[in-house]
T-cell receptor, first 114, second 114 residues
Framework: EAGVAQSPRYKIIEKRQSVAFWCNPISGHATLYWYQQILGQGPKLLIQFQNNGVVDDSQLPKDRFSAERLKGVDSTLKIQPAKLEDSAVYLC????????????FGPGTRLTVT | AQSVTQLDSHVSVSEGTPVLLRCNYSSSYSPSLFWYVQHPNKGLQLLLKYTSAATLVKGINGFEAEFKKSETSFHLTKPSAHMSDAAEYFCVVRPLNAGNMLTFGGGTRLMVKP
C-alpha cells in the first residue's frame, strides 16, 4: 500500500513570497490533516478535512494560510505572503475515517523562509 | 484545555540498557493516548495507543507504555535499547469527543550510545 505522498520535500523562499504544498493521501482515506512542525516542537494541527469539507480549521492563520481539498482526494496548502516564522516542516496525514485512531503521516515538506 | 508534557527533551542511553521516556497529560476526561516515533527524514509512525482498555499497552519494536490515571502519566519503556531506536518520540493525547484531533507533546530525542 502506498503511503501519504507530499511534494515538494524542500522549499526555500523569501519573506512575502507565496508557496504551495501538495499532499496525496492513502487511497480510500476520507480524512486528511495538515500539521505544522516548528523545529524543536511537536506537530500542531492546522486543518482537518473530511472528504472535501473542513472539519476544523481553528488553528489555521487564515489571513495568510489557505487549504483546499476540492475533489476529496489530494489537498493543497498555501501560504501567501510567507513570514519568517512560517519556517517549519509541513506534515500531511490521512486516516480511513474521522473516528479512526491511526493517522498515517507523509514525510513532510521543509519550508525555509529567508 | 488538553495538553501533554514530555518531561525530558533529550534522553541518552547505552545500547542494551532500559529506555524510559516520560509523559504527563492533562485532560478533563479520560483521553486516548499515543506514542509516535519520528526517524530522520521519515514520517511519523504510530508506536502504540491506549484507548481505555488494558492499562499496560504493548507496541511495536518491544516498546510498551502504562497508563496511570492517578498520576496522569503515560510513560514509554523498553527493556533493552537498540541503536535503531535512536529517534524523536512524541507523546500524543486525543481527548474524549474530540473527533480525531491529536495534541502532540514537545518530543523527546532518544540517543543510543554503542
Amino acid at each position: 500500500e502506498a503511503g501519504v505522498a507530499q511534494s515538494p520535500r524542500y522549499k526555500i523562499i523569501e519573506k512575502r513570497q507565496s508557496v504551495a504544498f501538495w499532499c496525496n493521501p492513502i487511497s480510500g482515506h476520507a480524512t486528511l490533516y495538515w500539521y505544522q512542525q516548528i523545529l524543536g516542537q511537536g506537530p500542531k494541527l492546522l486543518i482537518q478535512f473530511q472528504n472535501n469539507g473542513v472539519v476544523d480549521d481553528s488553528q489555521l492563520p487564515k489571513d495568510r494560510f489557505s487549504a483546499e481539498r476540492l475533489k476529496g482526494v489530494d489537498s493543497t496548502l498555501k501560504i501567501q505572503p510567507a513570514k519568517l516564522e512560517d519556517s517549519a516542516v509541513y506534515l500531511c496525514a490521512s486516516s480511513l475515517e474521522l473516528s479512526t485512531y491511526e493517522q498515517y503521516f507523509g514525510p513532510g515538506t521543509r519550508l525555509t523562509v529567508t | 484545555a488538553q495538553s501533554v508534557t514530555q518531561l525530558d527533551s533529550h534522553v541518552s542511553v547505552s545500547e542494551g540498557t532500559p529506555v524510559l521516556l516520560r509523559c504527563n497529560y492533562s485532560s478533563s476526561y479520560s483521553p486516548s493516548l499515543f506514542w509516535y516515533v519520528q526517524h530522520p527524514n521519515k514520517g511519523l509512525q504510530l508506536l502504540l495507543k491506549y484507548t481505555s482498555a488494558a492499562t499496560l499497552v504493548k507496541g511495536i519494536n518491544g516498546f510498551e507504555a502504562e497508563f496511570k490515571k492517578s498520576e496522569t502519566s503515560f510513560h514509554l519503556t523498553k527493556p533493552s535499547a537498540h541503536m535503531s531506536d535512536a529517534a524523536e518520540y512524541f507523546c500524543v493525547v486525543r481527548p474524549l469527543n474530540a473527533g480525531n484531533m491529536l495534541t502532540f507533546g514537545g518530543g523527546t530525542r532518544l540517543m543510543v550510545k554503542p
